[in-house]
């Protein structure tokens, strides 16, 4: 593991100090590192209005959101692979610098929907604007006894059998947990996974869930994306039917039964979706190495450039500009390409940066890379991955000055970026409540799944606007984003320019499956 440096100048010091930094004489084991007149260089580089001009673009209302897929998006790829192209990098992909991703897009064809609910008192008819759901494929069910469950009580979910559940439509009130605060949001996604894995094992027809919030629905979305590497490899939940219903009468129908069986029809018809093929775009650049050997192998530095794009159906403003999600990791890839391009002397290692497409459709573009590797992945020594850098503010008070990694003591390089925020003014810490809970939830994942010891960079984790139409880019803190980028140019500059790698602790249980899998690669 990398040692303690020792940082002969004061750290102390609020504002960015250009201090030498030097190994303790006893630690003969450290690596040196310095900053030169070259570093020194880079690092005022960086610029606070650099960082501001890229995003007030990246996240303008011209982009409407950058939805995977999208003109927008398109627009923004071709903004960053034009400034990796002014910082000189090598082209990666197999376009320039375009890693492209040939899919379908499955858009609903709701003419021929039809949800209905029958018996003798009555004949319910529900329209296609007032159901939500996700299917990229026809569905037709026809039953005549349906299953009532209270979504709450978790003691009966491990009770069910097949004999009370198989071949019937189940009924429940399975709350969007959308609606609640961000930090309740895997945790509640966890138990709704856990209940519709469990019905799925059961062979339950259909789910079909009353909501009491809003009378109105999606339908079944803009339309979603198909890998065709990865058709019909949906998980045992994904693979369930589910639909909610946005409907008063329903609601007093659902109201009216009693929990566990009853006679009720139900059919259900949702046409087969129509497919299109579409054009999904990585972007990736090089900066070569100097050292001869250590140059074929990188640091990994990425952002996800993606949003989740524009809502006509609002009143008022409809675009997600999503200017920190991930606006601010995206122009900080751009402005660290820039700045680390002017090195006269560059570190060993080669740093790849790259900017991923789907993160917010469930890490696409960084799973795509890493099944289609434009830099051998045995070579790949680390990932750092940046998001929601921009924003100071939470609700619990303004966060100047301090950074925290995700899953920040699984591998090594939690020590480095505290090193290197010292230097640049950023206190780097681990987050009691979400360092470990937010390690799943960016691009980092997809690399640690792969054995690379990987991190997420945030300035905060939550704050007030995410994925709201309001997350605007005038309101990111530039001069805190100026400083969190210096600490991750000069936490790059000692991985790459390190001899060894960073690896993962053994000592934590929780990166134990990660470190078993980079084992495993060192075998091959």
């Known amino acids: 593991m990398l040692r303690p440096i020792v940082f002969l100048a004061s750290l102390g010091i609020a504002c960015f100090a250009l201090a030498p930094v030097v190994l303790d004489a006893s630690d003969s084991d450290g690596i040196p590192f310095s900053i ?3 570093i020194e260089e880079v690092l005022e580089s960086i610029s606070a ?3 501001r001009g890229h995003l007030s673009f990246i996240a303008s209302d011209l982009l409407e959101g950058r939805d995977t897929p999208s003109a927008g998006l398109d627009i923004a790829a071709e903004y960053i692979a034009a400034q990796f192209r002014r910082a000189g990098l090598e082209p990666l992909g197999d376009d320039g610098y375009f890693q492209t991703a040939h899919w379908l897009l499955a858009e609903p064809n709701m003419s021929e929907f039809r949800l ?7 004949h319910l008819r529900i329209l296609s604007s007032e159901v939500s759901f996700r299917l990229n494929s026809a569905l037709n069910v026809a039953a005549s006894e349906v299953f009532k469950l209270d979504y709450t009580d978790i003691k ?7 004999a ?3 071949g019937r439509v189940v009924l429940t009130e399975i709350p969007d947990f959308r609606r609640e605060d961000q930090s309740r949001w895997e945790g509640l996604y966890k138990q709704q996974l856990k209940f519709l894995t469990k019905l799925r094992q059961l062979k339950a027809a259909l789910v079909v869930s009353v909501d009491r919030t809003s009378s109105s629905g999606k339908g079944s979305g803009p339309g979603q994306l198909v890998d065709p590497e990865n058709r019909g490899r949906s998980t045992e939940a994904e693979t369930l039917p ?8 329903w609601i007093r129908v659902y109201d009216g039964l009693k929990l566990g069986p009853a006679s009720l029809d139900v059919s259900l018809s949702i046409p087969q979706p129509d497919e299109r093929p ?6 990736a650049g090089l900066l070569r190495g100097s050292d001869p050997e250590l140059q074929k192998t990188c640091v990994l530095v990425s952002a996800h450039y993606d949003h989740v794009g524009a809502d006509r159906a609002r009143q008022g403003d409809q675009i997600f500009n999503g200017a920190n999600d991930d606006g601010s990791g995206t122009v900080s890839v751009i402005e660290l390409a820039a700045a680390l391009s002017r090195l006269n002397e560059r570190p060993k290692r080669s740093i790849l940066f790259l900017t991923v497409f789907g993160e917010e459709k469930g890490l696409l573009g960084s799973r795509f890379y890493l099944r289609h590797p434009l830099f051998p992945l045995e070579k790949t020594i680390a990932n750092v991955n940046l998001e929601v850098l921009g924003r100071t503010d939470t609700s619990e008070g303004v966060e100047k000055d301090r950074a925290s990694l995700t899953g920040f003591d699984y591998t090594d390089l939690g020590r480095v970026f505290q090193w290197a925020g010292k230097l640049a003014g950023i206190e780097v810490y681990r987050d009691e409540r979400f360092s470990d809970a937010f390690y799943s939830r ?3 994942l997809s690399f640690a799944e792969q054995g690379i010891p990987a991190h997420t960079l945030c300035a905060v984790f939550l704050y007030p606007d995410l994925h709201k139409v309001s997350d605007h880019w005038d309101k990111i803190d530039y001069p805190n984003l100026l400083k969190i980028n210096r600490t991750v140019a000069l936490a790059l500059l000692m991985v790459a320019g390190d001899i060894r790698e960073p690896r993962w602790n053994a000592a934590n249980r929780k990166a134990e499956r990660y470190q078993q899998i980079w084992r495993e690669r060192q075998k091959r």
């Open 36 to 38: 030169t007149p070259g």
């Open 49 to 51: 209005d650099s960082l």
């Open 116 to 122: 209905e609910f029958r018996t003798q008192e009555y």
């Open 156 to 162: 009966t979910l491990p009770e069910l059998t097949a």
């Open 164 to 166: 009370q559940i198989e």
């Open 242 to 249: 589910w639909v909610r219903v946005h409907n008063g009468d």
């Open 278 to 283: 579409v054009k999904v775009r990585n972007v």
């Open 442 to 444: 960016s691009d980092n």
